[in-house]
Protein backbone atom coordinates (compact mmCIF):
# COMPACT_ATOMS: atom_id res chain seq x y z
CA UNK A 1 0.00 0.00 0.00
CA UNK A 2 1.39 3.39 -0.86
CA UNK A 3 1.58 5.92 2.06
CA UNK A 4 -0.09 9.22 1.66
CA UNK A 5 1.53 12.33 2.71
CA UNK A 6 0.27 15.98 3.41
CA UNK A 7 2.61 18.98 3.40
CA UNK A 8 1.56 22.29 3.84
CA UNK A 9 4.36 24.98 2.90
CA UNK A 10 4.80 23.02 -0.38
CA UNK A 11 5.52 25.67 -1.87
CA UNK A 12 9.10 26.41 0.16
CA UNK A 13 12.43 25.31 -0.26
CA UNK A 14 11.72 22.73 2.42
CA UNK A 15 8.44 21.59 1.19
CA UNK A 16 9.28 21.18 -2.50
CA UNK A 17 12.58 19.01 -1.57
CA UNK A 18 10.68 16.83 1.19
CA UNK A 19 8.12 16.57 -2.09
CA UNK A 20 10.72 15.08 -4.21
CA UNK A 21 11.81 12.79 -1.30
CA UNK A 22 8.50 11.29 -1.05
CA UNK A 23 7.39 10.71 -4.11
CA UNK A 24 10.83 9.14 -4.94
CA UNK A 25 9.76 6.75 -1.71
CA UNK A 26 6.82 5.85 -3.69
CA UNK A 27 4.58 8.22 -1.64
CA UNK A 28 1.12 9.94 -2.74
CA UNK A 29 1.45 13.63 -1.98
CA UNK A 30 -0.79 16.23 -1.56
CA UNK A 31 0.45 20.03 -0.71
CA UNK A 32 -0.75 22.82 0.57
CA UNK A 33 -0.43 25.94 -1.09
CA UNK A 34 -2.33 29.67 -0.80
CA UNK A 35 -3.99 31.54 -3.08
CA UNK A 36 -1.54 34.61 -4.07
CA UNK A 37 -2.22 36.76 -6.76
CA UNK A 38 0.87 35.21 -9.38
CA UNK A 39 2.12 32.08 -9.05
CA UNK A 40 4.05 30.86 -6.27
CA UNK A 41 4.88 27.26 -7.27
CA UNK A 42 7.86 27.84 -8.89
CA UNK A 43 9.89 25.39 -6.43
CA UNK A 44 7.37 22.72 -7.35
CA UNK A 45 6.43 23.09 -11.04
CA UNK A 46 9.13 19.93 -12.29
CA UNK A 47 6.87 17.88 -9.72
CA UNK A 48 3.21 18.88 -11.45
CA UNK A 49 1.13 16.27 -12.76
CA UNK A 50 -2.01 16.21 -15.25
CA UNK A 51 -4.98 16.10 -13.06
CA UNK A 52 -6.43 14.04 -15.59
CA UNK A 53 -3.13 11.51 -15.25
CA UNK A 54 -5.55 7.91 -13.57
CA UNK A 55 -1.52 7.22 -11.73
CA UNK A 56 -1.78 10.69 -10.46
CA UNK A 57 0.64 11.33 -6.93
CA UNK A 58 1.17 14.87 -6.62
CA UNK A 59 -2.22 17.09 -6.17
CA UNK A 60 -1.86 21.00 -4.68
CA UNK A 61 -4.95 21.94 -2.97
CA UNK A 62 -5.32 25.53 -2.16
CA UNK A 63 -6.19 26.34 1.67
CA UNK A 64 -4.15 28.77 4.53
CA UNK A 65 -3.02 27.89 7.85
CA UNK A 66 -5.10 31.12 9.48
CA UNK A 67 -8.43 29.26 7.74
CA UNK A 68 -9.00 26.10 9.89
CA UNK A 69 -12.08 25.41 7.97
CA UNK A 70 -9.53 24.43 4.51
CA UNK A 71 -7.24 23.01 6.78
CA UNK A 72 -10.12 20.20 7.73
CA UNK A 73 -11.65 20.01 4.29
CA UNK A 74 -8.30 18.96 2.89
CA UNK A 75 -6.97 16.55 5.65
CA UNK A 76 -10.65 14.93 5.54
CA UNK A 77 -10.07 14.41 2.02
CA UNK A 78 -6.72 13.12 1.80
CA UNK A 79 -6.89 10.83 5.33
CA UNK A 80 -2.80 11.78 5.13
CA UNK A 81 -0.72 9.16 7.04
CA UNK A 82 1.83 11.61 7.47
CA UNK A 83 1.45 15.27 7.60
CA UNK A 84 4.18 17.74 7.45
CA UNK A 85 3.65 21.19 8.85
CA UNK A 86 6.20 22.92 7.08
CA UNK A 87 3.91 26.00 6.32
CA UNK A 88 4.71 29.25 8.52
CA UNK A 89 5.48 33.18 8.19
CA UNK A 90 9.44 32.08 8.25
CA UNK A 91 11.17 35.13 8.31
CA UNK A 92 12.84 36.32 11.30
CA UNK A 93 12.63 40.35 10.65
CA UNK A 94 9.25 40.17 8.85
CA UNK A 95 8.08 39.12 12.30
CA UNK A 96 8.69 42.01 13.90
CA UNK A 97 6.81 43.94 10.94
CA UNK A 98 3.98 41.67 11.28
CA UNK A 99 4.17 40.11 14.72
CA UNK A 100 0.51 39.25 14.92
CA UNK A 101 0.07 37.65 11.65
CA UNK A 102 3.46 35.38 12.26
CA UNK A 103 1.35 34.20 15.46
CA UNK A 104 -1.79 33.24 13.51
CA UNK A 105 -0.45 31.28 11.14
CA UNK A 106 3.33 29.66 12.58
CA UNK A 107 1.46 29.58 16.15
CA UNK A 108 -2.65 28.92 15.99
CA UNK A 109 -1.67 27.72 12.33
CA UNK A 110 -0.16 24.27 13.96
CA UNK A 111 -3.25 24.39 16.92
CA UNK A 112 -5.36 24.29 13.83
CA UNK A 113 -3.65 20.91 12.38
CA UNK A 114 -4.08 18.88 15.66
CA UNK A 115 -7.22 19.88 16.13
CA UNK A 116 -8.52 18.74 12.47
CA UNK A 117 -6.71 15.73 13.45
CA UNK A 118 -8.78 15.47 16.49
CA UNK A 119 -11.98 16.81 14.80
CA UNK A 120 -11.79 14.07 11.86
CA UNK A 121 -10.99 10.99 14.38
CA UNK A 122 -7.77 10.40 12.85
CA UNK A 123 -5.46 10.41 16.48
CA UNK A 124 -4.50 6.78 15.45
CA UNK A 125 -4.04 6.82 11.82
CA UNK A 126 -1.96 10.51 10.91
CA UNK A 127 0.97 11.01 11.91
CA UNK A 128 2.65 14.83 12.45
CA UNK A 129 5.08 16.69 12.44
CA UNK A 130 6.04 19.60 12.90
CA UNK A 131 8.96 22.42 11.90
CA UNK A 132 10.05 23.60 14.88
CA UNK A 133 13.69 25.71 14.89
CA UNK A 134 17.04 26.85 16.61
CA UNK A 135 15.74 29.88 17.35
CA UNK A 136 13.64 28.91 20.26
CA UNK A 137 17.19 28.53 21.82
CA UNK A 138 17.37 32.35 20.85
CA UNK A 139 19.50 34.04 23.56
CA UNK A 140 21.58 31.04 24.35
CA UNK A 141 21.82 29.58 27.70
CA UNK A 142 23.83 26.15 26.41
CA UNK A 143 26.65 25.84 23.67
CA UNK A 144 25.83 23.39 21.52
CA UNK A 145 22.48 23.49 22.02
CA UNK A 146 20.88 20.35 22.22
CA UNK A 147 16.74 18.69 22.62
CA UNK A 148 17.07 19.77 26.53
CA UNK A 149 18.89 23.19 26.12
CA UNK A 150 16.12 25.62 27.43
CA UNK A 151 14.77 27.82 25.78
CA UNK A 152 14.79 31.44 25.31
CA UNK A 153 12.56 32.76 22.44
CA UNK A 154 14.45 36.49 20.64
CA UNK A 155 11.46 36.80 18.06
CA UNK A 156 7.94 36.51 17.54
CA UNK A 157 8.54 34.12 15.23
CA UNK A 158 10.39 32.45 18.05
CA UNK A 159 7.65 32.88 20.28
CA UNK A 160 5.17 31.61 18.07
CA UNK A 161 7.03 28.87 17.21
CA UNK A 162 7.15 28.18 21.04
CA UNK A 163 3.73 27.92 21.02
CA UNK A 164 3.82 25.35 18.30
CA UNK A 165 5.97 23.01 19.83
CA UNK A 166 4.52 23.02 23.19
CA UNK A 167 1.54 22.32 21.59
CA UNK A 168 2.72 19.56 19.33
CA UNK A 169 4.22 18.37 22.86
CA UNK A 170 0.72 18.58 24.76
CA UNK A 171 -1.05 16.41 22.24
CA UNK A 172 1.08 14.12 21.84
CA UNK A 173 0.85 13.56 25.46
CA UNK A 174 -2.77 14.79 26.14
CA UNK A 175 -4.18 12.28 23.05
CA UNK A 176 -1.66 10.02 22.28
CA UNK A 177 -0.80 11.48 18.66
CA UNK A 178 2.00 10.49 17.02
CA UNK A 179 2.92 14.24 16.96
CA UNK A 180 7.04 15.24 17.11
CA UNK A 181 9.17 18.43 16.96
CA UNK A 182 12.43 18.39 14.37
CA UNK A 183 14.60 21.55 16.21
CA UNK A 184 16.45 22.19 12.92
CA UNK A 185 19.12 24.81 12.96
CA UNK A 186 19.26 26.71 9.55
CA UNK A 187 19.54 25.00 6.18
CA UNK A 188 20.08 26.22 3.19
CA UNK A 189 20.03 25.47 -0.85
CA UNK A 190 19.63 27.12 -4.10
CA UNK A 191 16.25 27.55 -3.84
CA UNK A 192 16.44 29.23 -0.35
CA UNK A 193 14.30 32.64 -0.29
CA UNK A 194 16.07 35.36 -1.44
CA UNK A 195 15.78 37.36 1.79
CA UNK A 196 17.65 35.29 3.96
CA UNK A 197 20.95 35.44 4.26
CA UNK A 198 23.05 33.05 2.96
CA UNK A 199 21.06 33.56 -0.61
CA UNK A 200 21.37 36.99 -0.11
CA UNK A 201 24.86 36.64 -0.32
CA UNK A 202 25.22 34.42 -3.32
CA UNK A 203 22.61 35.85 -5.04
CA UNK A 204 23.83 39.55 -4.46
CA UNK A 205 27.76 38.09 -5.02
CA UNK A 206 27.26 36.51 -8.71
CA UNK A 207 25.26 39.61 -9.56
CA UNK A 208 28.17 41.89 -8.77
CA UNK A 209 30.58 39.08 -10.53
CA UNK A 210 29.06 40.01 -13.57
CA UNK A 211 28.16 43.96 -13.55
CA UNK A 212 25.22 43.72 -12.68
CA UNK A 213 25.01 45.63 -9.28
CA UNK A 214 27.91 46.45 -6.94
CA UNK A 215 27.25 46.67 -3.69
CA UNK A 216 25.81 44.18 -0.65
CA UNK A 217 23.86 45.68 1.93
CA UNK A 218 24.35 43.47 5.52
CA UNK A 219 23.42 43.68 9.13
CA UNK A 220 24.74 41.56 12.02
CA UNK A 221 27.97 40.41 10.38
CA UNK A 222 29.12 38.64 13.55
CA UNK A 223 25.65 36.73 14.01
CA UNK A 224 26.81 33.08 13.79
CA UNK A 225 24.90 30.24 12.42
CA UNK A 226 25.37 26.14 11.88
CA UNK A 227 23.97 25.81 8.57
CA UNK A 228 23.35 22.62 6.64
CA UNK A 229 21.61 21.44 3.10
CA UNK A 230 17.95 21.32 3.26
CA UNK A 231 18.25 18.06 1.07
CA UNK A 232 19.75 16.42 4.09
CA UNK A 233 17.28 18.12 6.74
CA UNK A 234 14.11 17.08 4.23
CA UNK A 235 15.28 13.21 4.97
CA UNK A 236 15.31 13.97 8.76
CA UNK A 237 11.66 15.46 8.79
CA UNK A 238 10.88 11.85 7.15
CA UNK A 239 12.75 9.28 9.20
CA UNK A 240 11.29 11.44 12.61
CA UNK A 241 8.07 10.16 11.33
CA UNK A 242 9.18 6.71 11.19
CA UNK A 243 9.89 5.29 14.52
CA UNK A 244 7.73 3.32 17.16
CA UNK A 245 7.47 5.79 19.51
CA UNK A 246 7.50 9.73 18.71
CA UNK A 247 10.46 11.76 19.75
CA UNK A 248 12.09 15.37 19.14
CA UNK A 249 15.27 16.02 17.96
CA UNK A 250 17.82 18.58 16.88
CA UNK A 251 19.05 18.91 13.40
CA UNK A 252 22.06 20.35 13.26
CA UNK A 253 25.95 19.58 11.43
CA UNK A 254 27.43 20.88 14.91
CA UNK A 255 29.74 23.22 12.85
CA UNK A 256 29.09 27.03 13.05
CA UNK A 257 30.23 29.80 10.76
CA UNK A 258 29.58 33.43 11.09
CA UNK A 259 27.91 35.40 8.37
CA UNK A 260 31.13 37.31 7.50
CA UNK A 261 33.15 33.85 7.23
CA UNK A 262 30.00 33.24 4.66
CA UNK A 263 30.86 36.04 2.78
CA UNK A 264 34.12 35.62 2.50
CA UNK A 265 33.77 31.28 1.36
CA UNK A 266 31.21 32.62 -1.22
CA UNK A 267 33.81 35.58 -2.47
CA UNK A 268 36.34 32.73 -2.47
CA UNK A 269 34.09 30.48 -4.88
CA UNK A 270 34.10 33.16 -6.93
CA UNK A 271 37.57 34.52 -7.48
CA UNK A 272 36.32 37.88 -6.27
CA UNK A 273 38.07 40.21 -3.44
CA UNK A 274 35.65 42.39 -0.68
CA UNK A 275 35.89 45.35 0.53
CA UNK A 276 34.57 46.16 3.30
CA UNK A 277 32.82 49.53 4.13
CA UNK A 278 30.67 51.61 6.14
CA UNK A 279 29.60 51.21 9.99
CA UNK A 280 33.42 51.16 11.24
CA UNK A 281 34.37 48.51 9.90
CA UNK A 282 37.89 47.68 9.30
CA UNK A 283 39.80 46.20 6.38
CA UNK A 284 38.88 42.81 7.43
CA UNK A 285 35.00 42.86 7.63
CA UNK A 286 35.58 43.43 11.83
CA UNK A 287 34.01 45.82 14.10
CA UNK A 288 36.95 47.60 16.35
CA UNK A 289 33.80 49.06 17.68
CA UNK A 290 30.53 47.41 16.67
CA UNK A 291 27.45 49.48 16.68
CA UNK A 292 24.58 49.00 18.69
CA UNK A 293 21.61 47.43 17.33
CA UNK A 294 17.88 49.68 16.93
CA UNK A 295 15.53 49.53 19.68
CA UNK A 296 12.43 47.13 19.48
CA UNK A 297 9.92 50.21 18.19
CA UNK A 298 12.10 50.84 14.90
CA UNK A 299 12.59 47.36 13.76
CA UNK A 300 13.71 48.77 10.40
CA UNK A 301 16.62 50.83 11.93
CA UNK A 302 17.40 54.29 12.02
CA UNK A 303 18.88 53.95 8.26
CA UNK A 304 20.27 56.53 8.40
CA UNK A 305 22.25 55.30 5.12
CA UNK A 306 20.43 56.33 2.24
CA UNK A 307 20.65 53.53 0.04
CA UNK A 308 18.12 53.15 -2.92
CA UNK A 309 15.90 50.43 -0.79
CA UNK A 310 15.14 53.14 1.57
CA UNK A 311 12.78 54.68 -1.47
CA UNK A 312 10.57 51.67 -0.72
CA UNK A 313 8.68 50.37 2.18
CA UNK A 314 8.16 46.89 3.40
CA UNK A 315 12.17 46.27 2.87
CA UNK A 316 12.52 44.34 5.66
CA UNK A 317 15.93 42.25 4.25
CA UNK A 318 15.89 42.73 0.43
CA UNK A 319 18.92 42.96 -1.83
CA UNK A 320 19.77 46.20 -2.69
CA UNK A 321 19.23 46.91 -6.47
CA UNK A 322 18.81 50.39 -8.24
CA UNK A 323 15.05 51.19 -7.74
CA UNK A 324 12.85 50.23 -10.50
CA UNK A 325 12.89 52.69 -13.54
CA UNK A 326 15.62 54.72 -12.80
CA UNK A 327 18.57 54.15 -14.94
CA UNK A 328 22.08 52.93 -14.14
CA UNK A 329 24.14 56.79 -13.85
CA UNK A 330 27.04 55.23 -15.29
CA UNK A 331 26.39 51.39 -15.67
CA UNK A 332 27.59 48.97 -13.72
CA UNK A 333 30.93 50.36 -11.43
CA UNK A 334 32.70 47.40 -10.88
CA UNK A 335 34.83 45.43 -12.70
CA UNK A 336 33.65 41.92 -11.55
CA UNK A 337 36.44 41.17 -9.42
CA UNK A 338 35.54 43.09 -6.45
CA UNK A 339 32.30 43.54 -4.54
CA UNK A 340 31.68 45.81 -2.07
CA UNK A 341 30.16 44.55 1.52
CA UNK A 342 28.51 47.96 3.36
CA UNK A 343 26.60 47.58 6.21
CA UNK A 344 22.98 49.08 6.74
CA UNK A 345 21.38 48.96 10.41
CA UNK A 346 18.52 48.68 8.48
CA UNK A 347 19.07 44.95 8.87
CA UNK A 348 19.73 44.63 12.43
CA UNK A 349 16.90 43.05 14.46
CA UNK A 350 15.44 44.21 17.72
CA UNK A 351 16.54 41.44 19.47
CA UNK A 352 18.99 39.02 17.93
CA UNK A 353 20.23 36.10 17.80
CA UNK A 354 24.27 35.91 18.25
CA UNK A 355 24.70 32.82 18.21
CA UNK A 356 23.41 28.86 17.51
CA UNK A 357 25.27 25.79 17.22
CA UNK A 358 23.51 22.24 17.48
CA UNK A 359 24.24 18.99 18.67
CA UNK A 360 23.08 16.32 16.94
CA UNK A 361 24.20 13.52 18.76
CA UNK A 362 20.16 11.99 19.72
CA UNK A 363 19.43 12.30 15.62
CA UNK A 364 22.53 9.97 14.88
CA UNK A 365 22.63 7.91 18.14
CA UNK A 366 18.81 7.37 17.08
CA UNK A 367 18.00 7.50 13.69
CA UNK A 368 21.85 6.84 12.29
CA UNK A 369 21.67 10.09 10.84
CA UNK A 370 24.16 12.36 10.00
CA UNK A 371 24.37 15.50 7.16
CA UNK A 372 26.23 14.34 3.93
CA UNK A 373 26.77 17.85 1.92
CA UNK A 374 29.40 20.11 3.65
CA UNK A 375 29.40 23.93 4.25
CA UNK A 376 31.86 24.12 1.65
CA UNK A 377 29.88 22.08 -0.93
CA UNK A 378 26.60 23.97 0.16
CA UNK A 379 28.30 27.71 -0.69
CA UNK A 380 29.29 26.27 -3.43
CA UNK A 381 26.60 24.68 -4.93
CA UNK A 382 24.29 28.13 -4.31
CA UNK A 383 27.14 30.35 -5.48
CA UNK A 384 27.51 28.31 -9.15
CA UNK A 385 23.26 28.18 -9.40
CA UNK A 386 23.28 32.16 -8.20
CA UNK A 387 25.69 32.82 -11.34
CA UNK A 388 23.75 30.83 -13.73
CA UNK A 389 20.93 32.63 -12.88
CA UNK A 390 22.81 35.97 -12.89
CA UNK A 391 24.37 35.08 -16.33
CA UNK A 392 20.89 34.20 -17.69
CA UNK A 393 19.98 37.66 -16.32
CA UNK A 394 22.87 39.64 -18.42
CA UNK A 395 22.27 37.62 -21.30
CA UNK A 396 18.68 38.80 -21.02
CA UNK A 397 19.62 42.43 -20.23
CA UNK A 398 22.86 42.81 -22.91
CA UNK A 399 19.66 41.72 -25.42
CA UNK A 400 17.86 45.01 -24.80
CA UNK A 401 15.01 43.85 -22.41
CA UNK A 402 14.61 44.34 -19.16
CA UNK A 403 15.20 42.15 -16.59
CA UNK A 404 12.01 41.52 -14.90
CA UNK A 405 13.58 40.74 -11.49
CA UNK A 406 11.93 40.81 -8.18
CA UNK A 407 14.41 43.01 -6.62
CA UNK A 408 14.67 45.17 -9.38
P1 LIG B 1 9.85 29.00 3.37
O1 LIG B 1 9.65 30.39 3.83
O2 LIG B 1 10.69 28.73 2.17
O3 LIG B 1 8.41 28.34 3.08
C1 LIG B 1 7.32 28.59 3.88
C2 LIG B 1 6.10 27.96 3.26
O4 LIG B 1 4.94 28.28 4.06
C3 LIG B 1 5.77 28.48 1.86
O5 LIG B 1 5.24 27.42 1.10
C4 LIG B 1 4.70 29.51 2.13
O6 LIG B 1 3.87 29.78 1.03
C5 LIG B 1 3.93 28.80 3.21
N1 LIG B 1 3.06 29.68 3.99
C6 LIG B 1 3.39 30.80 4.67
N2 LIG B 1 2.32 31.31 5.30
C7 LIG B 1 1.27 30.50 4.98
C8 LIG B 1 -0.10 30.50 5.31
N3 LIG B 1 -0.63 31.44 6.07
N4 LIG B 1 -0.87 29.50 4.83
C9 LIG B 1 -0.36 28.54 4.04
N5 LIG B 1 0.94 28.48 3.70
C10 LIG B 1 1.74 29.46 4.16
O7 LIG B 1 10.39 28.17 4.63
P2 LIG B 1 11.37 26.90 4.67
O8 LIG B 1 10.96 25.94 3.63
O9 LIG B 1 12.75 27.37 4.74
O10 LIG B 1 11.03 26.32 6.12
C11 LIG B 1 9.97 25.38 6.30
C12 LIG B 1 9.53 25.41 7.74
O11 LIG B 1 10.62 25.09 8.60
C13 LIG B 1 9.01 26.77 8.22
O12 LIG B 1 7.99 26.50 9.15
C14 LIG B 1 10.20 27.37 8.94
O13 LIG B 1 9.77 28.28 9.93
C15 LIG B 1 10.84 26.14 9.54
N6 LIG B 1 12.27 26.18 9.72
C16 LIG B 1 13.09 26.50 8.68
C17 LIG B 1 14.46 26.46 8.83
C18 LIG B 1 15.39 26.81 7.73
O14 LIG B 1 16.56 27.07 8.02
N7 LIG B 1 14.95 26.80 6.48
C19 LIG B 1 15.05 26.06 10.12
C20 LIG B 1 14.09 25.71 11.14
C21 LIG B 1 12.76 25.76 10.92
P3 LIG B 1 4.31 30.83 -0.14
O15 LIG B 1 5.27 30.07 -1.04
O16 LIG B 1 3.05 31.16 -0.78
O17 LIG B 1 4.99 31.98 0.54
P1 LIG C 1 17.52 33.31 10.61
O1 LIG C 1 18.02 33.42 9.11
O2 LIG C 1 17.08 34.57 11.18
O3 LIG C 1 18.60 32.55 11.34
O4 LIG C 1 16.23 32.39 10.44
P2 LIG C 1 18.55 34.67 8.27
O5 LIG C 1 19.31 34.11 7.14
O6 LIG C 1 17.46 35.64 7.99
O7 LIG C 1 19.57 35.40 9.30
C1 LIG C 1 20.72 34.73 9.81
C2 LIG C 1 21.59 35.74 10.55
O8 LIG C 1 22.18 36.64 9.61
C3 LIG C 1 22.07 37.96 10.10
N1 LIG C 1 22.10 38.90 8.98
C4 LIG C 1 21.18 39.03 8.03
N2 LIG C 1 20.04 38.34 7.82
C5 LIG C 1 19.30 38.67 6.74
N3 LIG C 1 18.19 37.98 6.46
N4 LIG C 1 19.65 39.71 5.90
C6 LIG C 1 20.79 40.44 6.09
O9 LIG C 1 21.08 41.36 5.35
C7 LIG C 1 21.60 40.07 7.21
N5 LIG C 1 22.77 40.54 7.68
C8 LIG C 1 23.07 39.83 8.75
C9 LIG C 1 20.74 37.97 10.85
O10 LIG C 1 20.68 39.08 11.73
C10 LIG C 1 20.81 36.62 11.55
O11 LIG C 1 21.55 36.72 12.74
C11 LIG C 1 16.23 31.26 9.56
C12 LIG C 1 14.80 31.06 9.05
O12 LIG C 1 14.82 30.06 8.07
C13 LIG C 1 13.87 30.64 10.17
O13 LIG C 1 12.60 30.30 9.62
C14 LIG C 1 14.46 29.42 10.86
O14 LIG C 1 13.64 29.05 11.94
C15 LIG C 1 15.86 29.72 11.34
O15 LIG C 1 16.66 30.11 10.24
C16 LIG C 1 16.51 28.50 11.99
Redesign the pocket.
Known amino acids: MTKTALI?????????YLAEFLLAKGYTVHG???R?SLF??D?IDHLYQDPHDPDRRFVLHH?????ATSLIHIIQKTQPDEIY???????VAVSFEEPE?TA???AL?ALRVLEAIRILGLEKKTRFYQ?????LFGKVQEIPQKETTPFYPRSP?AVA?LYAYWITVNYREAYGLYACN???????SP???ET?VTRKITRALARIKLGLQDTLYLGNLDAKRDWGH?KD?VEMQWLMLQQERPEDFVIATGQQYSVRDFVNAAAAELGMEIRWEGQGLNEKGYWPNRPTTVTASSPQGNAAVHTPSSLRGGEADEAVQPPPGLPRASGPRNDGERAIIAVDPRYFRPTEVETLLGDPTKAREKLGWTPRITFQELVAEMVREDLAIAQRDDLVRNSGYTVMNHHE
Open positions: TGITGQDGAIKRTNTRGDMTDNLAAQSHYNSDGASTSEYKGILFNHEIRGFAY
